[in-house]
């Protein structure tokens, strides 16, 4: 069928818009969704419950397995196009694609050119462009191969983390299914914190808020219901009201309903079509790009120079326009991309193995650069395993059976968010044997937990027909609606009035500074029945006591918070719990706070952006907190500058976590926090993340060391070209021999990715600083030049290599030095300390350089060495380059001290 646009949403003009003659834009992009998918919605949004599941050839009950299958076999896994990974092929082609790979082949084309094409047969020689292919073929193959090795990681990494939903199937009932295999006609049910698996028609729906500004961009939930819309057909889609949409969120509210569009039949499967692939570069990426660009501009300025230098020099144009290809070449990182890739992936894989999935793989620059942790409370701090400790009457008077009960019947029939308070009510009656008074009740309706009103209710109805309301919720917001309480002995109706009220308020606040917390729970009949319940029904209700939970903290959070403060990691809190139980929580792990360190939610309504950066720098606790007043902090953090982390797992820090520079959230999570974070925790333990943190870190350590190197060393190299090209009457290097030192040069730094950082770098985070590097490279890349020049000295003037005849001499004794000393750099750069003995490299690193280095001493003395114009060198050659290399290795060793003392850096 051919493709059907879609009408945008609108409020102002609803009936001018038609499914059949506009289009859907997101941004500046414009998607059209399947005409039969289309027809689906607007017939199942405008029909009643029998005709619509009669369409989708479907029952209440749900589909047989055998039905799923064959459906399955039909319509696919419900996956959309960007969940799917590059075929090996494409990666592969993906691989040669980048800035430097594309100077090297116009190199080698402009080599084959001069080389081959235009050259005389006795002159015609394809030794550059075999090289300058070697070198291609090995960056790409290298950069590829770790990509496709990282790519695989992640995809095996991510089946560890599986979002499931409440499915309804015949002869299988509830249970919770993998949303892959979800297939058109599957019944779900959904609460507070689902992420819509798919497009769904509503067949029920209570209170029910969805959250659709993935879709619209509009932070306002909005209302949805299940009634029928005879106007479905003039009604934009996102606004038909009994249809939810894949990708979206359940706010608070429950329902069930049937799944009519799968996969990429879906709205956001339309949209992702066009979305694949489009993701924000981080500050990391764009930093990579900005180097990148700056060593090609700064060869793209160097190499013309210098073609022009030799050429007046010597008269040789065509020697020289070799030449300085040759140089453009050796100014060329081509092994970037491979060693970032290669970073990645042994970051991804390492942290594999300590249970932190790495959902995004660019995130590792990152959570290596986090100075901030906004860590939730509950399960982080504490061992989230909560239990139902004590139960009291509004007295404060221990193990009052009547507020139990009334607290047992709240958590077993809500059916909304869920919640580890209501599971340990449960638990407390189940594991003591107690009585179940649920066969009493009936229930007839309920109104879902939200933040806002932080409460939820139960509707139940008596064997004698009497019907009541059971609520529970936090203390203050539960005496709002409380008007009486409940005597625990004559079960008298006592007036809830000011000095009741701050008793009330006492008893909750001592058992808050013990560590627990507390729900207050109230009832209230009603005259007569009525069919539909809402939040105005909460309203002058019965208090009939205290719950009290405990959550304790974890025995390793104290430990792992001090090894986070030690790695320069500040912890902060934001909790939407009480603020006597966070501080003694807080108090419990070490976290150090004082009366100016500890904010409250609603001291942040109205207050200004610039008054918010200061109180987030000073205050360490923040309590009773809202989701948006979360994301306010987060993003008031990184106005200060600082790159923040936010680890969570609820519905309620779904947009904390997108805000931040990193997400962090656990498999336990709810499914719209899993899919905000960055990265899965396996364990939810604050020593595991410390364990992200530094692996983070080492990931970035190793790709600045390639960086910092190339950068330096290009640099200096410039300046020895420059000074030998002017001097001397011959070329200081043939092209060739140039090409196969870089070729040498790169072998030995595909192993940095394995290398070690020394502990004081991993103690402190780490962020890109352009500036930086270009100061690195200034300082640091003249020193290589200086034993360069002594070099050209010692060959010209010791070994009298000064004329065309002897250039063979020169140029193999410059071979050698200079391939030796960018081999030694590697050693010198990589640690802020001695080389060899304060800091040693791992065995990979050495066995490289040891490698190469001896590959250059021999490469003169080979046929291969005289193919490409080298010759042997004197043995008195040996001790000037042992002296040389000495020299060179102990200046810039007082060069890094001075360089470390004056800017408090190295890498």
């Known amino acids: 069928m051919a493709p059907v646009s879609i009408p945008r949403p609108s409020t102002r003009n609803r009936s001018a818009t038609k499914q059949s003659s506009t289009h859907q834009r997101m941004g500046t992009t414009t998607f059209s969704l399947h005409e039969g998918a289309v027809a689906r919605l607007v017939n199942a949004s405008r029909t009643y419950k029998n005709f619509y599941l009669a369409m989708l050839d479907t029952f209440e009950h749900g589909l047989t397995r055998r039905e799923v ?109 993998d949303v892959r295999d979800l297939v058109p006609g599957d019944i779900v049910w959904l609460s507070a914190g689902d992420m819509i698996p798919a497009d769904i028609r509503l067949m029920y729906a ?58 990429e039949a879906t709205y956001f499967g339309a949209l992702a079509k066009q979305l694949v692939g489009k993701r924000e570069q981080t500050s990391f990426d764009k930093g990579i790009n900005s180097v990148s660009w700056l060593l090609i501009r700064f060869m793209l300025v160097m190499a013309p120079l210098i073609v022009l230098i030799n050429g007046l020099t010597k008269g040789d144009w065509f020697a020289a326009l070799l030449f300085g290809i040759s140089v453009a070449v050796g100014l060329t990182p081509e092994m970037l991309p491979m060693i970032v890739s290669a970073n990645l992936a042994k970051g991804a894989a390492a942290l594999s193995k300590r249970k932190v999935i790495v959902k995004k793989i660019k995130a590792l620059q990152n959570i290596g650069a986090m100075n901030v942790l906004c860590t939730d409370k509950t399960g982080t701090l504490t061992i989230d395993n909560v239990v139902l400790l004590r139960h009291l009457s509004i007295f404060g008077d221990a193990d009052d059976a009547e507020v139990l009960k009334w607290a047992y019947l709240n958590s077993f029939y809500q059916t909304g968010l869920k919640n580890l308070l209501d599971r340990a009510v449960i638990d407390y009656i189940e594991t003591r044997n107690l009585q179940r008074p649920e066969s009493d009740f009936t229930k007839v309706d309920e109104l879902p937990f939200d933040f806002e009103r932080r409460r939820m209710s139960v509707v139940l109805e008596k064997r004698d027909g009497r019907r009541l309301i ?231 350590g190793n790709t600045m060391k390639y960086i910092k190197m190339t950068a330096s060393s290009n640099f200096g190299n410039m300046f020895s070209v420059l000074v030998a090209s002017a001097f001397l009457p011959f070329l200081p290097m043939l092209p060739v021999q140039l090409l196969v030192q870089n070729l040498l040069y790169d072998l030995s730094q595909t192993t940095i990715p394995w290398d070690r950082m020394d502990e004081d770098y991993l103690a402190k985070p780490r962020k890109w600083d352009a500036g930086g590097i270009v100061r690195f490279m200034v300082h640091i890349g003249p020193i290589s030049s200086l034993f360069d020049i002594v070099t050209f000295a010692v060959m010209f003037f010791v070994f009298q290599a000064q004329t065309t005849a002897q250039q063979s001499l020169f140029q193999s004794g410059w071979f050698i030095e200079g391939l030796l000393s960018q081999t030694l750099i590697i050693h010198l750069i990589r640690t802020q300390k001695i080389p060899f003995v304060q800091s040693h490299a791992t065995l990979p690193i050495i066995a490289a350089t040891v490698i190469i280095a001896c590959i250059g001493l021999i490469l003169p003395y080979t046929a291969f060495g005289a193919a490409i114009g080298m010759q042997p060198l004197p043995q008195a050659y040996f001790l000037w380059l042992v002296c040389i290399l000495l020299g060179y290795g102990l200046l810039l060793q007082v060069l890094k001290m001075l360089y470390i003392k004056r800017y408090g850096e190295w890498l």
């Open 69 to 177: 299958e064959e459906r399955l076999k039909k319509y696919g896994t419900n996956e959309v196009v960007r969940e799917k990974p590059l075929q090996w092929y494409t990666q592969l082609a993906y691989a040669f694609v980048n800035p430097f790979i594309g100077v090297l082949v116009v190199l080698m084309v402009v080599s084959l050119v001069i080389d081959v094409v235009i050259a005389t047969p006795s002159e015609r020689t394809f030794t550059t462009v075999i090289v300058l292919s070697i070198m291609v073929t090995v960056s790409a193959l290298l950069r590829f191969w770790q990509e496709y090795r990282s790519n695989r990681a992640v995809q095996q990494l991510q089946s560890f983390v599986r979002t499931t939903i409440l499915t309804q199937r015949k002869n299988e009932g509830k249970k919770e299914t």
């Open 206 to 263: 209570k209170d029910l808020f969805v959250s659709q500004s993935v879709l619209t961009g509009e932070s306002v939930p909005v209302e949805k219901t299940d009634r029928m819309l005879p106007n479905a057909d003039a009604t934009p889609i996102l606004e038909l009201e009994n249809i939810c949409f894949m990708g979206t969120t359940v706010v608070s509210g429950t329902a069930c309903g049937v799944v009519v569009n799968t996969g």
């Open 470 to 700: 059971v609520t529970k919720g936090a203390t203050e917001e539960m005496l709002e609606i409380c008007r009486f309480g409940l005597h625990p002995t004559t079960k008298d109706l006592i007036p809830l009035d000011d000095r009741m009220k701050n008793k009330i308020r006492r008893i909750a606040h001592d058992l808050n500074q013990h560590g627990l917390r507390v729900l207050l729970v109230g009832i209230r009949y009603f005259d007569g029945k009525a069919d539909n319940y809402t939040l105005s029904d909460e309203y002058d209700l019965t208090l009939t006591g205290f719950i009290a939970f405990l959550d304790p903290p974890k025995p390793s959070a104290k430990a792992a918070i001090e090894a986070l403060k030690q790695n320069g990691v500040i912890i902060k809190v934001l909790t939407g719990d009480n603020l006597a139980v966070t501080k003694k929580i807080c108090a419990d792990v070490g976290i150090t706070f004082d009366h100016d360190d500890i904010v409250v939610g609603e001291e942040i309504d109205g207050m200004s952006d610039e008054r918010l950066k200061e109180l987030a720098m000073q205050s360490a606790i923040f309590a009773k907190l809202s989701p948006s007043q979360k994301v306010r902090i987060v993003k008031a953090l990184q106005a200060c500058g600082l790159t923040v982390g936010f680890m969570g797992d609820g519905i309620n820090d779904a947009a904390a976590l997108r805000a931040a520079d990193v997400g962090i959230s656990v498999d336990t999570a709810t499914d719209i926090a899993k899919e905000s974070a960055d990265i899965i925790l396996l364990e939810k333990d604050l020593l595991v993340l410390r364990e992200g943190v530094l692996q983070g870190r080492l990931t970035f």
